[in-house]
């Protein structure tokens, strides 16, 4: 439960006990117009105080006004209309609603509403106007969505009031102010103080209104058109956005192309903020907000991951800037519309501006970190009503950014590229600086066609992944014939009956054919003129659906078809998926992952690691031995080959395969030469921190970890609390909680509560613990008897996350101990119920899939 300001708490004391919640939307009372929004902020402090004038228009008569505001102390409340003055006494409703009440009705018509008020900044939470400290310094900034714009001021913190905001902000004369918008003067005040106005900006909801307050320093990044960039980094870190300035310019040039007008603000600043929690940056616009870790790296730390990381988040959230800021969602359950949009489309930019990166395989990782929601039960739909917090809390998901993305690849390649960009362009032009819904986006796709919109409405009004039971048919003219269900693993408890309108294209060796396919059953007559030897029911793996074939099927066409990369990485997907189901033995999965492992491309080979990883959660120590032969035989010569250093010759996926394999060989393929070079690298490196490769540093000190003894880990320890490096930390404290002793596995967790240690840091440590069935024991104990001293340090939903840290486990007993633990809990924190509910779900089907492959794991783990 959020801290509250003493005058709030007794005010919320004094109220009576209400039976249901109060509604999430405010009433359609008063409409804002504008904001004229003047704040005092000193990152030094802990509260900031302020004045708000809000433009705005009464539309019916009433003696009460409701705003939102969350911690907000008001001291004083006026609205004047037609020359007249109404105070109003202020009433904390609950902890999002703040109540105006006027001793008078208020008229219809239009007037200014000014509001002073005080609030904390927050030191826990990265929500709201928050504080971080940075080499000594502190920084003031704000993280407003989804619904935290209320946390610092009085307002109407809904999307759809989409209005121009006029801010100022009074500082210490040392910081520096940034805001959305250009400075447009800045002015003494009182001794040691400046007041910093800036531009009126454009309509904007109060979710993509930022600011930032700190020793600054700042990147020019040249022009972009008429658009001026620049990096705000904190002091003495300038150089180290050397990557981001080098590369921002051509993303925003090939953005522009696509959607046919320029970049729609007067500048284009992004702020570094020292840690975040939940997100790694954000589109407020015309000052992207970016953790660290993604765009601040020395030389040496511009890794191929970091290039990587770096281009592909700043294409989404500069996609943002046209899509979800110059068009806005309407209301919070069309997030997916923004979120989808800006994942599909900065994937697009990164492979256009990137081609050897081979970024056209990335929307197989969206469509597989999808479905491995979308499998659950308890998943939502895409288009899902918020009618509650808690139903905000669980929308920013796998459903949201990646199915949502999946669904457009799909039905971009089925209307083809031109058609589909003629769709988004006629959306952005009819709703330009204005609020639009899914069903308007749809609209301007189809254009009329009707069959379309009810196509891509089935994909996202319902949830689950279909199910396509493919059967070859030769008896006459070859043909396909097709069922379709929903897809479930064993275990579960949905509906198997649903039906998709699905958007097929078929190839065979004589040609593609495409179907939409309505009915439960079609049949798709084929192009050959015999029997072909195979069938692929997936073209380019681009369809949000799983196709189930024969038995010996999916091996034939694996062996034979001639599949490109985004076909086999979809296949290979998809086996992983069918042992869950009972459609495909764990053997014949084994065998794929053998047959891939030595394939040319990285993506591939990482494809075949995640199918031998299947196996994982029935491995005891009995079967540990044969298990780590696998390893061996799939990976274990091309693990040693790379080694745990970078070479002079190493492609960059060379580098990115070493730091997806070489851990998991060292680990589960139990490999003694990594694990003794992974020691001797790890004391060097303690002597020399240039004698490692910043893209090794991670697997290496994970790998030593394995058999770490305490002296290792107190030097790893010592070297965490000795640099200010954070993605050195990072490494570090991951290596941390990854040794196997138990008296060392619980050291880690126990600085989880260290005030030495930032929890913000430390969190990560308990998702590396899950991942380990040694470890993750021991780390459910220390939550369980720690929770409320964490609790007290974490972000106010912060434990609402926590049952996600354990969703590794695989029985029905840890299921029922998590539910008995956490239920009570959950509802207190936005998002906790469908945190725990999709954890329980996901146990519980591990531990089916347990019950059905644990008879024929030996037959399963011998040699091919």
């Known amino acids: 439960m959020k801290r509250l300001s003493t005058l709030a708490l007794l005010a919320l004391l004094a109220l009576p006990t209400l039976a249901t919640p109060l509604p999430m939307r405010l009433p359609d009372v008063a409409v804002p117009l504008a904001y004229q929004l003047s704040l005092e902020v000193d990152p030094n402090q802990p509260r900031h105080r302020g004045d708000v004038v809000i433009d705005l228009e009464v539309r019916k008569p009433s003696r009460t006004l409701r705003l939102n505001a969350t911690d907000i102390t008001v001291q004083s409340a006026l609205l004047e209309m037609d020359g007249r003055r109404y105070p109003a006494r202020a009433k904390v409703l609950d902890d999002n609603l703040l109540e105006l009440q006027f001793a008078q009705r208020l008229p219809k018509g239009r007037g200014k509403l000014s509001l002073r008020f005080g609030g ?54 040392q ?122 790296a020395k030389p040496e730390e511009e890794t191929a991951d970091f290039k990587r990381d770096y281009v592909a988040v700043a294409a989404h959230e500069l996609a943002h800037q046209w899509f979800g800021n110059y068009v806005t969602m309407a209301w919070w359950d069309d997030l997916w519309l923004n979120e989808s949009f800006a994942s599909w489309m900065g994937d697009k930019i990164t492979a256009r501006l990137m081609p050897d990166w081979h970024w056209d395989s990335s929307v197989q990782f969206s469509r597989a970190n999808a479905m491995r929601v979308d499998r659950l039960a308890s998943a939502r739909r895409v288009h899902q009503p918020v009618l509650v917090n808690q139903d905000l809390g669980g929308a920013f998901d796998g459903i949201t950014y990646d199915k949502g993305q ?86 579960s408890q949905a509906k198997a009956e649903q039906l998709w309108q699905i958007p097929l294209t078929v190839r065979s060796p004589a040609g593609q054919t495409q ?19 195979w069938v692929l029911a997936n073209v380019n793996g681009v369809g949000y659906y799983r196709a189930v074939y024969a038995p010996g099927q999916l091996r034939t066409l694996l062996r034979e078809a001639p599949l490109n990369v985004n076909e086999t990485l979809a296949l290979l997907n998809d086996a992983g998926a069918q042992t869950e189901s009972g459609d495909l033995p764990l053997a014949d999965a084994l065998d794929l992952a053998e047959q891939f492992a030595s394939h040319p491309r990285r993506e591939v080979v990482e494809a075949a690691r995640d199918l031998l990883l299947k196996a994982e959660v029935l491995i005891g120590p009995a079967e540990a031995a044969a298990y780590a032969q696998r390893w061996q035989r799939a990976f274990g010569e091309r693990a040693r080959a790379l080694g745990l250093l970078s070479k002079p010759g190493d492609s960059e996926d060379d580098r990115l395969l070493r730091a997806a394999l070489l851990e998991k060989v060292a680990k589960l393929g139990q490999d003694r030469v990594l694990r003794d070079q992974a020691g001797k690298l790890t004391q060097a490196w303690l002597r020399d921190k240039t004698s490692l490769d910043p893209a090794s540093r991670r697997t290496v000190l994970r790998s030593a970890a394995l058999e770490g003894d305490r002296a290792l880990f107190d030097a790893l320890l010592q070297a965490v609390e000795s640099t200010s490096n954070r993605n050195e930390r990072d490494d570090l404290y991951a290596a941390l909680a990854s040794f196997s002793r138990p008296e060392l596995a619980e050291a880690a967790r126990q600085l989880m509560l260290n005030p030495r240690h930032d929890l913000r840091e430390t969190r990560r440590m308990l998702r590396v613990q899950n991942e380990d069935a040694v470890l993750r024991e021991g780390a459910l104990r220390f939550v369980l008897r720690e929770f409320p001293a964490l609790s007290q340090r974490m972000a106010k939903d912060g434990p609402g996350g926590l049952p996600r ?24 924190y936005d998002g906790g119920e469908a945190n725990l509910r999709q954890s329980l779900e996901s146990i519980r089907l591990c531990a089916a899939f347990r019950a059905a492959q644990s008879a024929h794991l030996q037959a399963a783990l011998a040699t091919p």
């Open 515 to 533: 179907l939409l396919l309505k009915s439960a059953s079609a049949e798709l007559p084929l192009p050959d003129a015999s029997c072909p030897a």
């Open 175 to 296: 910081l520096t102010a940034v805001a959305n918008t250009p400075m447009l003067r800045e002015v003494k005040t009182k001794p040691g103080w400046k007041r910093v106005e800036f531009q009126t900006s454009k309509p904007m909801p109060s979710y993509l209104l930022a600011f930032g307050v700190g020793p600054f320093d700042i990147v020019p990044g040249g022009m972009v058109g008429n658009t001026a960039l620049r990096y705000i980094t904190p002091r003495g870190r300038a150089a180290d956005a050397r990557y981001a300035a080098s590369v921002t310019p051509a993303i925003v040039r090939e953005l522009e192309a696509y959607f046919g007008m320029p970049y729609p603000y007067e500048k284009l600043d992004s702020l570094v903020l020292p840690l975040t929690v939940g997100f790694g940056a954000m589109e407020n616009a015309g000052l992207i907000t970016y953790a660290s870790g993604l765009i601040l």
């Open 120 to 173: 904390a900044i927050q030191d826990k939470d990265v929500a709201g106007l928050f504080r971080q400290q940075e080499g000594g310094d502190w920084y003031a900034f704000t993280q407003f969505e989804a619904t935290s714009a209320r946390m610092a001021f009085p307002g109407f913190d809904e999307p759809g009031w989409k209005v121009p905001w006029t801010l100022a902000l009074t500082v210490p004369e």
């Open 805 to 828: 840290d354990f969703n590794g486990f695989c029985s029905e007993d840890k299921a029922a101990e998590l539910a008995a633990f956490f239920g009570p809990k959950a509802s207190r």
């Open 406 to 491: 999946t669904v457009l690849a799909m039905f971009e390649t089925w209307l083809g590229e031109a058609r589909f960009q003629a769709g988004v362009r006629r959306y952005m032009d009819r709703h330009a600086w204005g609020n639009a819904t899914g069903a308007d986006f749809i609209a301007a796709l189809s254009a009329g066609d009707a069959e379309l919109a009810e196509a891509f409405a089935s994909f996202i009004e319902q949830p689950g992944i279909p199910r396509l039971d493919v059967q070859l048919l030769c008896d006459a003219q070859p043909r396909l014939r097709i069922r379709q269900a929903r897809f479930l693993p064993l275990g």
